[in-house]
């Protein structure tokens, strides 16, 4: 579904899989067409909060 999500805004998206099943399902991925309304459903998920860390300032400290 993101897959399609970012063909749907016309990104450019790379999975990465070493599992042939996964990379058979991201294939199909350029075959599912979401509707408009799905798209804007999925774009109105974005809250603008971060639930990470930033990786503009994340250090590899942080990680314990």
Do not use: C, Y
């Not at 990465?16 to 408009?36: C, F, G, I, Q, T």
């Not at 309304?37 to 503009?56: N, Q, W, Y």
Request: hydrophobic share 45%.
């Amino acid at each position: 579904m993101i897959l399609a999500w970012h063909l749907a805004h016309g990104r450019i998206a790379i999975p990465k899989s070493v599992r042939r099943d996964r990379m058979v399902e991201n294939l199909r991925a350029a075959s599912l067409r979401l509707s408009d309304e799905d798209v804007r459903a999925i774009d109105g998920l974005e809250t603008g909060v971060r639930i990470g860390g930033d990786p503009a300032t994340f250090e590899i400290t942080q990680i314990r």
